[in-house]
């Protein structure tokens, strides 16, 4: 009866206090909360403040993401509150209710609308001190934000890459749980796994769902921006299917794990089919076995759940349910290093076919003026046609060449030199393999 003792023992702790997480009634013997995830008080932190983009234009929205973490001995058992302020002024107070557990991670996001200038964007955690903590100092994070036009060029077919790779290696991370001796902990570490890759992929879908507003209407329609929105819709139904997965192990209805474990592994083969401008995602199909390997876990922690399933009562005793755990997250951590790496190649392959914007005398474009030579040159290309837009999407400029780079010195189709201010390029290049690519972007001319 070794797994069925071992899922009442779930119940016994973790159902009296529900998704609320309250202190259990339980205080003796061990199924107590003091015995199973440790005694003393918690320790919030702000392990890390983060701004997306890092170096926002006016008017542009900013997603401010902190990390807060439990250091502390013992769970955090009341709700408490996330304040988020810029230059001293309140922008944002975020209610947590999920009660972090010992060594448990909470990510909290809110947006902010960039003022030209610079910044200090402070995060407090538990800013009304509603929780009583081993250190009340420790609180605290803040970040200089510098908010100024930008200069040069800026890829934004760089940033469909970054904004794939972020939210599939952030869930990768999120997955690689630590061994614990305390079946109990792991089980809790699983849940909140489970959360921070809800909140990775939502926060790569948000990422990739941001580019094509920063482009003019008539270059919306781009290959590649269809196909990062497909990814950001399969980002969602990651984050909604992790979510059910978490309210699967809140609620003990491993039935929902396993259905949500299904989804995950359905919709991981599709995006596995997926390319953005020539760089594949099929290095996530190793991944997909291991998937497999995850679900017929998920599926035998149900079935011990429920007596044994088909087998009757019986069959449950061979289930060692604390052995199907430690397998289950050492699986999970194995997905998590797989999609790591996918996304560290994923987005060093985009990165390494964008095209370089240099001066003249060759050394990276940092500052362009009109009339001043922009030299446009890309790797292994034998063709290139760029093409300049204004903000309302009419095109100014087009020039090709059967080179690897071309000249443009800040002027429209007649000579007549642009005014300065935020342009937008589309430049396709086709290289020696015959393969066609196209790079959006962003060009500013300063004064």
């Known amino acids: 009866m070794r797994g069925r003792r071992w899922i009442a023992l779930l ?14 009634p339980n205080e003796g013997g061990s199924g107590s909360l003091a015995a199973q995830f440790g005694s003393g008080s918690p320790d919030l932190v702000v392990e890390e403040l983060t701004a997306d983009p890092a170096e926002p234009e006016p008017d542009e929205t900013v997603e401010l993401v902190a990390v807060i973490a439990n250091r502390g001995r013992g769970p955090v058992y009341e709700p408490f509150s996330v304040v988020f302020e810029v230059n001293g002024e309140l922008i944002a107070t975020v209610p947590i209710t999920s009660r972090p557990r010992r060594n448990a991670r909470v990510e909290v996001r809110t947006r902010w609308v960039a003022v030209e ?15 009583a903590e081993t250190d009340e100092q420790n609180n605290r994070a ?23 790779a972020a939210g599939l290696g952030r869930a ?44 003019p209407t008539r270059l919306q329609g781009e290959e590649q921006l269809r196909m990062g929105e497909e990814i950001a819709s399969l980002y969602r139904a990651f984050a909604a299917s992790f979510a059910q997965a978490n309210e699967g192990l809140e609620r003990l209805n491993l ?18 089919t997926y390319a953005l401008e020539g760089i594949s995602l099929r290095g996530l199909e190793p991944s997909l076995e291991l998937m497999d390997q995850a679900l017929e876990r998920a599926r035998e922690l149900q079935q011990a759940a429920e007596g044994g399933g088909e087998g009757g009562e019986g069959n449950s005793e061979e289930i060692d349910t604390s052995a199907v755990v430690e397998e289950l997250l050492d699986v999970l951590a194995r997905i998590g290093q797989a999609w790591e790496i996918v996304a560290e ?16 005398e060759g050394t ?12 446009i040159s890309a790797p ?12 309302a999407g009419r095109r100014l400029f087009q020039a090709r060449t059967e080179a690897n780079s071309l000249l443009w010195q800040g002027t429209d189709s007649v000579g007549a030199p642009l005014p300065p201010g935020r342009y937008f390029y589309r430049l396709e290049v086709l290289d020696r393999s015959g393969h066609t690519r196209v790079e959006l972007g962003q060009i500013f001319l300063s004064e």
């Open 380 to 391: 292994h290309a034998v063709r290139m046609t760029l093409e300049i837009f204004d903000e």
């Open 117 to 131: 200038g610079v910044h200090r964007v402070t995060v407090r955690a538990d800013a009304f001190q509603d929780v």
């Open 255 to 272: 039935q929902l794990l396993t259905s949500a474990f299904e989804r995950i592994r359905a919709d991981l083969g599709t995006l596995a």
């Open 142 to 164: 803040e970040i200089d934000l510098v908010v100024q036009r930008r200069q040069g060029a800026r890829t934004l077919t760089l940033e469909l890459y970054r904004a794939v």
């Open 11 to 24: 119940v016994s702790v973790l159902a009296p206090i529900g998704g609320a997480f309250g202190p259990s």
């Open 364 to 375: 990276p474009l940092e500052r362009l003026r009109p009339r001043e030579t922009l030299v």
């Open 345 to 360: 190649d994923f987005v060093q392959s985009g990165s390494a076919q964008q095209a370089q914007f240099l001066t003249r």
């Open 172 to 215: 990768g991370e999120a997955l690689q749980v630590p061994p614990n001796e305390d079946l109990l902990q792991l089980f809790e570490d699983l849940r909140s796994a489970s959360r921070s890759a809800q909140e990775a992929f939502e926060g790569g879908a948000d990422r990739l769902e941001r580019v094509p507003l920063q482009l």
